[in-house]
């Protein structure tokens, strides 16, 4: 507004560059806010049985109390829960190998949805299932050694479910510390996924609009001459 | 402010496309030459100002200056408008390009609306209490009638009305008192440095073509 006003000569007074300084004053303030864009995202994923959704307004500020509902491929709603203080909410995927979909309703019109594809939830239905089987195989060889422990024979069948078991267990274990391990790295996508405007677009835009207005003003002008 | 994709029905889409649409003809055919470029230093203002954030409760609002724009541009301002907030979804991700037409009408409208209801006041002539009265009034009213009007909007797909629209203007009430403030000093730094880009959304238009008809 300013630089379209700065031309005049009227500028003189001390008064206008006072509003000057005034908007200056109200644009350093607010531009030094960290929220920051009008928008809201919703990032999830899965860790062992649970999926944890994680919702921002871009720019950070957490999503408090706003419904998360969470739909099957063909649409229908299988669960509804609200973000917590830190704007989470997490819920068990309950024995479908389906693509979810999660969908954050804020208030005034703002929604952001996330999909998380089937195969990240076979992956865990998988694990969960194994576990359970695991801990079945594990009760049955200890039943079994505990009863037979002369009888070779199923001393021989326990050895090679004995190195399944260290198979389970490895898959246990690598699954535990990769969400360990990934946690910063999600933590990272989530961050980026709500980064707010930067300095390049918000040029770009108004660079946008001056050339918008160059080219009716270049057409406004032929007209005129013609 | 902005509505999100997905929320409305496609009737509220269509018919926000079709309002807008109507807007931006009548905006456009009341564009002269010498106007383009203040529209689009507003433009470019609007653009920008809805990065200014004031963290309000649960959501966070920003400013929308759609009270100023209608204060100085009058109908123009649904081009302007609806060029800035094309580039906000575009670049932005702010609001969404379906729902370009019920944001830009939810935003425009009442500026058009405000224009009409307090272009009274902002003249050179005015006294200059009532003239700051007025612009602060108008900063004011064109954000309370956006906020009413996203309600609206989130009423005809559904929504509870009341509830929806006291939530949205209750967290546009710092906004809404912002802004009085910035419509008010830009209308008096306008009245001293320029004044004619106040007057020349009307007068000229009353003076040199009067079968105009407007107001």
Known sequence: MCQNCYPSHRVVRGRPRFVCLLFAALWLVFSNVPALAHKVTI????????????????GGKKVKGAPVLVFDPEGNQ?????????????????????????????????????????????????????????VGVKAATEEAARLSTDVKASRELSVPTAVS?????????????????????????????????????????????????????????????? | MHISEGILSPGVLIVGAGLTAAGVAVGLRKLETEEIPSIGILSAAFFVASLVHVPVGPASVHLILNGLLGLILGWKAFPAILVGLALQALLFQFGGITTLGVNTLNIALPAVICYYLFKWGIRTGT???????????????????????????????GEAFLPAAKLI???HVPVMVIEGI??????????????????GAYVPKLLSQPQGGEG
Not at chain 1, 48 to 57: E, I, L, M, P, R
Not at chain 1, 109 to 132: F, N, Y
Not at chain 1, 170 to 185: V, Y
């Open chain 2, 127 to 157: 006294r200059r209490l009532v003239f700051n009265l007025t612009a602060f009034a108008c900063g004011c009213c064109a954000v309370f009638l956006g906020s009413v009007m996203v309600g609206f909007s989130l009423y005809l797909t």
């Open chain 1, 78 to 134: 299988l669960l509804e829960g609200k973000t917590d203080e830190k704007g989470e909410f997490s819920f068990k995927v309950q024995g479908k190998k389906t693509d979810l979909k999660v969908v954050l309703k804020a208030s005034m019109g703002h929604m952001a949805e996330w999909k998380i594809p089937a195969e990240e939830i076979t992956a865990v239905a998988d694990v969960s299932r194994s576990s359970t089987a695991e």
């Open chain 2, 182 to 199: 910035l419509t008010a000093a830009c209308a008096l730094f306008l009245r001293r440095v320029k004044p004619e880009l106040l007057e």
């Open chain 1, 43 to 58: 990032f999830a994923w899965v860790e062992g049985d649970t999926v944890h959704t994680q919702s921002k307004f871009s």
């Open chain 2, 169 to 171: 203007v209750a967290a």
């Open chain 1, 165 to 226: 078991l260290g198979r389970q267990e490895l898959q246990d274990l690598i699954d535990e510390s990769l969400d360990r391990k990934l946690a910063p790295i999600v933590n990272m996508l989530t961050d980026s996924l709500d980064r707010g405007p930067r300095v390049t677009e918000v040029i770009g835009g108004i660079g946008y609009i001056f050339g918008l207005v160059g080219m009716a003003l270049y057409f406004a002008n032929r007209r005129k001459k013609e």
